[in-house]
């Protein structure tokens, strides 16, 4: 049986995540689990998040999980969410905390100076809300997703990849900016999958069926 872990730190919608998982994938065993045992004997593991980056840095590493985290990162399917996302860099502007250093590159606050729509009204940060989404690159995961279809954001940072090889899609919001991230087994995106209806359930399940 296909066993996905969804890493439990204590920071983020672990319940929506699960949900989205067993809807697109019925047959497949989800486990929502702070066990990094269970982390490393799952199939493909989730790490999602929401919240401050150094408190889920602070609480990934009270449970135990960060060898179990960088582990999966190297060996198995692995998927990032929002901070799930943002921790695989090395370093985050929010409260100057270091990430787990994955993949090269840091976290950015996004600039007042740049948060100006085309027709020069001011962008609120933090970027919530609906968003297009535009593949920079071909990726098992946008199968039968439209380019440029709408995903669902909430964040006041974003990921500035250390190599443009990293970069596997962009959004705009001020400025383009790096909404998704792929290398070999790792896929990690900014936005929500589970809730970003059609395309976020089209996105998990080929994350399931994928075989990097």
Known sequence: MNTVAIVDYGMGNLRSVAKAIEHVAPQARVLVTSDPAAVAAADRVVVPGQG???????????RGLRPAVIAATQNKPFLGICIGL???F??????????LGVLPGRVRRFPHEQMVAPDGSRLKVPH???NEVNRAEPHALWEGIADASRFYFVHSYYVEAGEPSLVAAFSVHGFPFTCAVAKDNIFAVQFHPEKSAQSGLALLGNFMR???
């Open 90 to 99: 090395e370093s985050s502007e929010e409260g100057d905390v270091a990430g």
């Open 210 to 212: 994928w075989k990097p």
């Open 128 to 130: 919530m809300g609906w």
């Open 86 to 88: 943002q921790m695989l």
């Open 52 to 62: 401050a980056m150094p408190d889920c840095m602070r609480e990934l590493d009270a």
